[in-house]
């Protein structure tokens, strides 16, 4: 599999999800 | 001391717009452009006069939005970082941009130094070199995206938090 950090767009993409999935766990664990 | 949060705020936004600013033109900017100078041999121009000046203030300002960072946090440093109640969304945030400020000191800055030709390297440390930066700055990338989304989660944020 390709990683995606060799590509801007795989990095953006990445980071985004990466928000989504963090931001899941403050308001569902810790707010 | 009240003015302490204040000048810690304005600062913290400052470097780190400097910090923020040139990690993204290294990797929206200076990746593709080195790709396509070193194609015309005119590479040396970006690796000697702009990459090391670049390199500098990048690192620097990260220094400096961490520490005043930590200022701005003051008495809310231990909560934020072990996200207590309340906490969690601005210690998501520290945490990012600790990891960050890590990547820069650990492992951009010491391969950056092996790549320009700052430290000794063989042609195989130096492409190795290149992919752990590459990777580390790239990271870094990744990270700036909930790191801000958390950093400026203020009243804007209030009806995502269901504050």
Redesign the interface.
């Known amino acids: 599999m390709k990683n995606p950090l060799d590509s801007l767009w795989g990095t953006v993409i990445s980071g985004v999800v990466l928000t989504a999935i963090l931001y899941y766990v403050v308001r569902t664990f810790l707010n | 001391m009240d003015f302490v949060p204040a000048v810690a705020r304005w600062v913290h936004f400052m470097a780190g717009i400097m910090w923020i600013g040139l990690l993204y033109y290294f990797?929206?900017v200076q990746v593709a452009a080195l790709k396509a100078a070193a194609a015309d041999g005119t590479a040396a121009g970006i690796t000697k006069h702009v990459a090391p000046r670049a390199l500098y203030y990048f690192r620097w300002a990260a220094v400096v939005t961490w520490l005043a960072g930590a200022a701005l946090l003051g008495s809310q440093f231990v909560p934020a970082f072990t996200?207590s109640?309340?906490m969690?969304?601005i210690g998501?945030g520290a945490w990012l941009g600790t990891i960050m400020l890590f990547n820069v000191w650990g492992l951009i800055w010491p391969n950056q130094k092996k790549i320009l030709g700052l430290k000794p390297a063989t042609d195989e440390e130096k492409n190795k070199a290149r992919r752990v930066a590459f990777?580390a700055s790239?990271?870094n990338?990744?990270?700036?995206?909930?790191m801000l989304?958390?950093m400026a989660g203020g009243w804007s944020h209030r009806a995502?938090?269901?504050i």
Do not use: D, E, H, Q
């Open positions: 990797n929206f996200l109640k309340g969690a969304g998501i990777l790239r990271t990338v990744m990270l700036s995206i909930p989304f958390f995502l938090f269901g």
